[in-house]
């Protein structure tokens, strides 16, 4: 759902364990970064504590019928332009609201044209078609993010309470600099189990193609967000799980790795990573507690293409560990090793 162009997707050095839910700063063949290395927005642009304005922009294709791929005419999306204001502050207040994250922005208005790229203004448009998909334009000066415009096809305003919001909130993601994370491995929207028990699973993030009951953050998403833009102290209440996945006695490059918080005998919440080329893995931003932690088979590989087009390991088993590993505020804990074997291949999952 989202379009990186300008800042291009890429690797950048670190040491021996990655993250992956960020976009980058450097073109470079390398693993996947933690936290630290990923793209931020310049501080002169949106500084920690100020205000990030997007506008919407006075496309015709707000107020215009469009017609789908099938060639069907439909009713314009909105009545106005201004009446996009009151959606793009929804969206945009699901990121703000958590007391984790140093995120504020807001719509300033309706700006008088379409507005180009690099005009430095952070603009929302329609698509004047009804084919294709919603993206977001993220542009970058020396690696660091200056502006981010958000296009969105006039077929996601058609729920504006449930799945048009989540798009929104979807694009405004990337926005902040979040890459796509993956489903959690359980049941998908037409009842095929793409893995482990469903029972031990959080909801998918909106940041994955997987599937939202209703618009909102997962604890994911909220993890993503805060490592970018937390809020003061909240790096030192969180910790990190790090450890490496294998295959048949290898690296299991780019398979995605699941950290569930429980509490007693419930499910509290679940994040998630992928790991690197050589298998290692680093999830961060953890609250303190016991997490299962389990890994296995892509149960997306369209919403991350470019790790199958680097070699990611795509025919494996799940596998979970059954003793909790404790976080701890501060500190990385060091995982067992987490063997897969070779078996269940990954299939497309795609979400409208």
Do not use: K
Request: charged share 20%.
């Amino acid at each position: 759902m989202g379009i990186l162009t300008a800042l291009t997707v890429v690797f950048v050095p670190g040491g021996d364990a990655f993250g992956y839910r960020f976009f980058w700063r450097t073109v470079d063949d390398a693993p996947l970064p933690v936290a630290a290395d990923a793209s931020r927005w310049d501080p002169a642009v949106w500084g920690p504590g100020r205000t990030l304005h997007f506008v919407v922009a006075d496309s015709p294709g707000w107020t215009e019928p469009w017609e789908d791929a099938r060639g069907e005419e439909h009713d314009p999306p909105f009545a106005t332009a201004e009446d996009v204001i009151p959606f793009a502050r929804r969206a945009l207040a699901v990121w703000s609201a958590p007391p984790s994250t140093d995120i504020q922005w807001s719509v300033a208005g309706v700006g008088g044209e379409l507005h180009a790229e690099r005009d430095h203004v952070n603009a929302i448009r329609m698509h004047p078609f009804g084919h294709g998909t919603s993206y977001a334009d993220i542009w970058d000066r020396n690696g660091v993010i200056v502006e981010c415009d958000v296009s969105l096809n006039p077929r996601h305003t058609r729920d504006l309470d449930g799945a048009a919001l989540e798009v929104l909130i979807h694009e405004f993601g990337h926005c902040l600099g979040l890459a796509h994370s993956a489903p959690f491995p359980t049941w998908d929207t037409w009842g095929w189990c793409r893995g482990l028990e469903p029972a031990l699973w959080d909801t998918d993030p909106v940041m994955s193609y997987g599937y939202l009951p209703e618009p909102g953050l997962t604890e994911d998403d909220l993890i993503g967000a805060s490592l970018l833009r937390p809020a003061p102290g909240w790096l030192d209440r969180v910790g990190s799980i790090a450890g490496q996945v294998t295959v048949g006695g290898r690296a299991a490059r780019y398979v995605p790795v699941f950290a569930t918080r429980i509490s007693g005998e419930e499910v509290v919440a679940s994040a998630n990573t992928f790991t690197n080329g050589e298998g290692f893995f680093a999830i961060e931003g953890l609250s303190p507690g016991g997490y299962l932690l389990a890994a296995g088979a892509m149960g997306d590989i369209d919403g991350n293409s470019s790790l199958v087009d680097r070699g990611a390991t795509l025919g494996s088993t799940d596998q979970y560990l059954l003793d909790p590993v404790r976080v701890v505020a501060g500190q990385e804990t060091r995982a067992p090793p987490i063997p897969l074997r070779e078996g269940r291949e990954a299939s497309p999952f795609r979400r409208e």
